[in-house]
């Protein structure tokens, strides 16, 4: 069975400040996202990473993907406060069933 | 393009009520999952279907959960008899699916049910 660990799962960060999110997952896959999601709304598709050494970036925002290690990573540049909001990640464990991690609540205060 | 739109968005019910919630995707979208996200806890899938058929839903409770999706574009997911550990987010999402090659899951706004 797949499992997905995020880390940490708490985060509150001076604005200004760089930050990693990290994503392990415990079986084989290729295929893993990233979504945003803000208090009382939907998910927000940030990242799709497709293979392995991924790297995707949007504004201070950039996600990686490391498949041989289960490891993807969230790293967050220079913070500001409209960043706050929780993320999750998500493995793809076929046939697009997607596992998500427990999310990490990140509050960055100015 | 529109979203994927839900309905109701809150719906609160007393234990041992049925309750059932609508979902119509993204137009063209040929998969349709159905996600349960309790409160501090990342979605969980309940039901996938591919067009009118389903792919899985081995995680779906099925003595009081159902799901269907007929003429394979709109959903509906009906809890009966609901429990108080049913109180959640229950959220819908589309994809264009496996045909395509592109996998990108958009999710719905949600349906918040408290179950007292």
């Known amino acids: 069975e797949l499992k997905v660990e995020q880390n940490p799962l708490f985060l509150s960060m001076q604005e200004g400040k760089n930050y990693t999110i990290y994503c392990n997952y415990s079986?084989?896959?290729?295929?893993l996202y990233w979504y945003r999601q803000d208090p009382g709304k939907s998910l927000e598709s940030l990242f799709v990473?497709?293979?392995?050494?991924a790297v995707k970036q949007e504004g201070r925002l950039m996600a990686s993907l490391d498949t041989k290690a289960r490891l993807s990573t969230l790293h967050i540049t220079a913070a500001v406060h409209d960043l706050s909001a929780t993320y999750f990640c998500a493995v793809d464990q076929g046939a697009q069933k997607l596992v998500f991690g427990q999310g990490t609540r990140l509050t960055i205060n100015p | 393009e529109a979203g994927v739109a839900q309905s109701p968005r809150y719906k609160i019910i007393e234990k041992r009520q049925s309750v059932a919630f609508w979902c119509n995707p993204i137009s063209g979208h040929a998969t349709l999952y159905w996600y349960q996200q309790i409160l501090g806890q990342g979605p969980k899938l309940l039901i996938q279907?591919?067009?009118?058929?389903?792919?899985?839903d081995s995680q779906l409770p099925k003595d009081r959960f159902s799901a269907e999706r007929l003429k394979g574009v709109d959903s509906t997911l009906k809890i009966q008899p609901a429990k108080l550990e049913d109180s959640a987010v229950y959220l819908c999402?589309?994809?264009?699916?496996?045909?395509?090659?592109?996998?990108?899951?958009?999710f719905g706004p949600g349906t918040r049910l408290t179950v007292t």
């Open positions: 279907f591919q067009n009118n058929g389903v792919v899985d």
């Open positions: 990473l497709l293979s392995n050494g």
């Open positions: 079986t084989t896959s290729d295929r």
């Open positions: 999402a589309s994809s264009l699916g496996q045909r395509t090659g592109l996998y990108e899951q958009y």
